[in-house]
């Protein structure tokens, strides 16, 4: 009996450490759960702000797009007089910088109103979250001759062929996205 009580008796403030080293686990766990989520958090706002900036672009786009559906002949692009809108091989995109350029200066083009068409005025849904309006430019990409009856340049037939290429930011100047299509037009 006396070897028992003293093993007892050498075991005291045993449940104390056990307790303060469960709780250290605890506490460990918990923040790293709290700095998971606050990641996590993080990763969400950056992807909305892509995906924002997806749509922007796109919006862009299809601007672009009406625009060169409402010309009535090739003279409706006015490049050189109009903002945004560029002869054939005034611009190029730069693939290592990610950026369209100016081929007469070599400049970037710079999204303002001087160089590109704004999207005006936004969706009512937009205008929450956009910082910058989406904006496009418009530039001659060629004529494509074919043997149809309609569509004349200077006596031949075929189709005029636009780049428009539209530009989008998300809820933060970090996202932005350019994309591109060719819009052909019969005049």
């Known amino acids: 009996m006396a ?3 003293r093993r007892w008796h050498n075991e005291h403030g ?9 709780l250290t686990i605890l506490t460990l766990v918990g923040m790293a759960a709290t700095t ?3 990641i996590e958090s993080d990763i969400a706002k950056n992807e909305k702000s892509a995906q924002q900036a997806v749509y922007a672009a796109e919006l862009a786009l299809v601007m672009g797009e009406k625009t060169v ?24 995109f730069n693939p290592t ?4 350029v100016k081929t007469t200066t070599s400049q970037p083009l710079e999204w303002k109103d001087d ?7 936004l969706p009512v849904g937009m205008q929450q979250w956009q910082s910058k309006a989406p904006r496009y430019t418009i530039a001659e ?8 009856n309609e569509g004349h ?10 780049r428009v290429t539209g530009r989008g930011i998300g809820g933060g100047n970090a996202s932005q996205v350019l994309m591109d299509t060719i819009a052909a037009k019969r005049f």
């Open 3 to 5: 070897c028992t009580r």
């Open 14 to 22: 045993s449940i104390l450490v056990m307790g303060l080293l469960t």
């Open 36 to 38: 998971g989520s606050g």
């Open 69 to 92: 559906d409402g010309f009535a002949s090739r003279a409706n692009l006015d490049e050189g007089t109009r903002a945004g809108r560029y002869a054939q091989a005034m611009l190029a």
């Open 97 to 100: 910088t990610y950026q369209i």
């Open 115 to 121: 160089d590109s068409s704004a999207v005006n005025p």
């Open 141 to 148: 990409e060629g004529f494509k001759k074919d043997k149809y």
């Open 153 to 162: 340049e200077y006596g031949e037939t075929g189709t005029n062929l636009f």
